[in-house]
């Protein structure tokens, strides 16, 4: 969408129509947010320091012009989700996406978004209809992505649709108190809120309430599960700490821009732990004991790769109570970055 409202949208190459109309609805919204609806054409023109010949030109009425500011940010959010949602991610990682990219653009553009939740009422009911349309649509997407959550087990079992009204509210309230030179940039804003409605969604077990995971006569030869997470410059601080590996071509981007792969790279035993989650967790899943592992490394991974570690039962041996799983650890790009084989121990029946 070349040439759109939002800061995102408005590079490129675009025509000298365009960018004018551009002009008027950006300026328009400036006096909408600060005005409303009762804000005149002759206002709009004199902001822009144009006649009021120079608006008509290019709109058909104020309403024409409060149309397309929300005509043009309602397909910015609808473009942007259904973008991100369609990735090959895990759908916490693609929700935690859109989040970010919302609150980042409400920050971009608060004229904007103040018009877009102040001056509904102000639109006429088939423009309305319009937009509720495709407000419902993008819903839906937020919605499919909780229930995607929810059914693979990552998100609690809650209503999808209260849960995106829930979410959705907080997000877009950000318009009304982000203030630019305030305490947090928008980057790190978003990545903050983005981190804390993730974590309100995630399920977590209550003592009292754990499950035992998958008994040996509960799993077929075939079964799998996987488990996804993106590793950041964060987790590989945090892991060197733990185990006390500090080598620099892990924590130093000088450094590490000497060694063969140019830039810092997760540890090893960093990404094969993250089957852990998949074995301990979900398959076989609580109770169960890794009896041995092995992990060979392909490719690296870097902060900021979104690894899926993933483990499928080969064999299964019900009289040891033993249980043999293929491991496979990829990107976000599909690219295999390790492999491996455990023998793990289901709990007791």
């Not at 553009?109 to 993008?138: G, Q």
């Not at 979410?167 to 950000?174: D, E, K, P, Q, S």
């Not at 903050?192 to 799993?219: C, H, N, Q, V």
Request: aromatic share 10%; glycine share 8%.
């Amino acid at each position: 969408m070349a040439g759109g409202i939002f800061k995102k949208h408005s590079k490129g190459d675009i025509s000298v129509e365009t960018k004018r109309k551009q002009q008027i609805l950006e300026t328009a919204s400036q006096v909408f947010a600060r005005l409303g609806y009762t804000a005149t054409i002759d206002q709009i023109a004199e902001e822009m320091g144009v006649t009021k010949g120079h608006i008509y030109y290019y709109f058909s009425s104020k309403q024409d012009i409060l149309f397309q500011i929300f005509r043009q940010a309602m397909d910015f959010f609808l473009e942007e989700t259904t973008a991100v949602s369609s990735r090959k991610l895990p759908a916490d990682e693609r929700l935690k996406a859109i989040f970010k990219n919302h609150i980042i653009a409400i920050c971009e553009n608060r004229a904007i978004m103040t018009v877009f939740m102040d001056l509904r009422r102000d639109l006429l009911p088939e423009h309305w209809r319009d937009i509720a349309a495709s407000r419902k649509e993008y819903e839906m997407l937020i919605q499919g992505l909780i229930r995607e959550g929810i059914d693979r087990g990552y998100f609690i079992e809650e209503n999808e649709k209260i849960l995106s009204y829930t979410l959705l509210g907080a997000i877009n309230w950000v318009y009304v108190w982000f203030q630019e030179q305030g305490e947090l940039e928008k980057e790190k804003l978003s990545e903050m809120m983005a981190d804390y409605l993730l974590r309100g969604l995630r399920r977590w077990s209550e003592p009292d309430t754990f499950e035992t995971g998958k008994t040996i006569s509960e799993i077929k030869v075939g079964d799998s599960a996987s488990f996804s997470k993106t590793i950041s410059d964060n987790d590989v601080c945090l892991y060197a700490g733990i185990i006390g590996d500090f080598n620099p071509m892990h924590l130093n981007e000088d450094f590490a821009r000497k060694t063969v792969y140019g830039k810092k790279v997760a540890p090893g035993s960093m990404v094969a732990s993250l089957i852990n989650p998949v074995l301990g967790m979900i398959l076989p899943g609580h109770g169960s004991a890794v009896s041995e592992t092995s992990f060979r490394s392909l490719n690296p991974v870097f902060p900021g790769d979104t690894i899926t570690a993933s483990a499928t039962v080969l064999e299964r041996d019900e009289q040891k109570n033993l249980v043999k799983m293929d491991l496979k650890w990829e990107n976000q790009e599909g690219v295999r970055v390790a492999e491996g084989i455990a023998v793990v121990i289901p709990p007791g029946e």
